[in-house]
């Protein structure tokens, strides 16, 4: 992530990322600005693949390489989000921090800002010794009927056990040596 990135107004909206395309001086193409329009419309992450099948279906004239391309530029200048998956890059939205929830069942990724308790991260600093300065939750789950007189409850609990395992500790960890660096 660019360290810039942290200092400037989060983009909230097709126009935000329209403006801060504008304020870093790239230039707005037909090409990103259909990119644009579509990961605003689409609440998920796509691959480029997906993109620009919909984006096809919808009558777009647009090359697969210029979808690539514009996602590249537009995700190394922290305008919309890059997700690295073992099966390829996934594109959202969101270029600051948040956090996900993974549906099991039908593979969305939700965009959620969820923040953590001070003494939960107190707890991953004493564990570490490390500062922590950012952080990002991955929360899996499946489709079904959410208890809302327990929701709260079911969620404190994922929590703490997802804090728990080494895997969100050591996320947490690279979370901070990338934006150290
Ligand atoms: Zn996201």
Known sequence: MKQEAVAVKPIRSLKDALDRCQAL????????????ELLWDVPDHLCARDIYDRLSRAGKEIGY???YQNLEALSSQGIIECIERSDGRLYGNISDSHSHVNCLDTQQIVDVFIELPPE??????EQTGIRITDYRIDFYGYQGETDAENGEEVADT???????????ISEVLSEEVSIAS
Do not use: N, Y
């Open 120 to 125: 939960v991260i107190a707890k991953v600093e």
């Open 65 to 67: 390489t210029s979808v």
């Open 25 to 36: 001086g790239m230039r707005l193409s037909r090409q990103r600005r259909l990119i644009l």
């Open 158 to 168: 994922q929590l703490s056990e997802s804090l728990e395992s080494e895997t969100s």
